[in-house]
């Protein structure tokens, strides 16, 4: 059974940092992209970054481009994001994320989230 | 980077069925045939109902479907069931760099 089960979350002042890790298991993680998509408090899903299956390759979206970044430890089954230079617009639940059973553009699974809460 | 188009809201009653569209531009959702469909209830995480436009994946029931006709993609959930009420959004992919953008979510309701 696939399991995504994201750790990390809390609550940090503006300008703090903070680091999500997700664990992975029941499938081959190193064979498999990764994202990260977040859900501000009654709003929708915006996908945030993907690292590809070796983590050679990354990408991010703009709101959080030069904050944050996504790494992976294939040893370790880990997926990471470090947050960085946090604003209030940043508090949401964190969705780990695996892509690439179907396409590496295809979200298939989903872990239950981690919320961050940005504030002071 | 910005979100694909779907309708805040749609209702239909059961046995019924409905449609959300979910319009993007040639950038995203018209380039590329891959177009997927989340389903989320309240505080659970999302799961996949639709990919590659109109592929299901197993274990969901073939009441739901999806389609494309040219910026714009479909679903449909036929013979409408009290279970189906939740969020629902789309999902396209838009390249390498930006990868994928959702849409704003659509709150399906079962009268």
């Known amino acids: 059974e696939v399991q995504l089960v994201e750790s990390g979350g809390g609550l940090v002042q503006p300008g703090g940092s903070l680091r999500l890790s997700c664990a992975a298991s029941g499938f081959t993680f190193s064979s498999y992209w990764m994202h990260w998509v977040r859900q501000a408090p009654g709003k929708g899903l915006v996908w945030v970054s993907r690292?590809?299956?070796?983590?050679?390759?990354?990408s991010y979206a703009d709101s959080v481009k030069g904050r944050f970044t996504i790494s992976r430890d294939n040893a370790k089954n880990t997926l990471y994001l470090q947050m960085n230079s946090l604003r209030a617009e940043d508090t949401a639940v964190y969705y780990c994320?695996?892509?690439?059973?179907?396409?590496?553009?295809?979200?298939?699974?989903w872990g239950q989230g981690t919320l961050v809460t940005v504030s002071s | 980077q910005s979100a694909l188009t779907q309708p805040a809201s749609v209702s239909g009653s059961p046995g019924q069925s409905i449609t959300i569209s979910c319009t993007g531009t040639?950038?995203?959702?018209?380039?590329?045939?891959?177009v997927s469909w989340y389903q989320q209830h309240p505080g659970k995480a999302p799961k996949l109902m639709i990919y590659e436009g109109s592929k299901r994946p197993s274990g969901v029931s073939n009441r739901f479907s999806g389609s494309k006709s040219g910026n714009t993609a479909s679903l449909t959930i036929s013979g409408l069931q009290a279970e189906d009420e939740a969020d629902y959004y789309c999902?396209?992919?838009?390249?390498?760099?930006?990868?994928?953008?959702f849409g704003g979510g659509t709150k399906l309701t079962v009268l």
């Open positions: 690292i590809n299956s070796d983590g050679s390759s990354t």
């Open positions: 999902c396209s992919y838009a390249g390498s760099s930006i990868h994928v953008v």
């Open positions: 040639s950038s995203d959702v018209g380039s590329y045939n891959l």
């Open positions: 994320a695996r892509a690439g059973a179907f396409s590496v553009a295809t979200i298939d699974y």
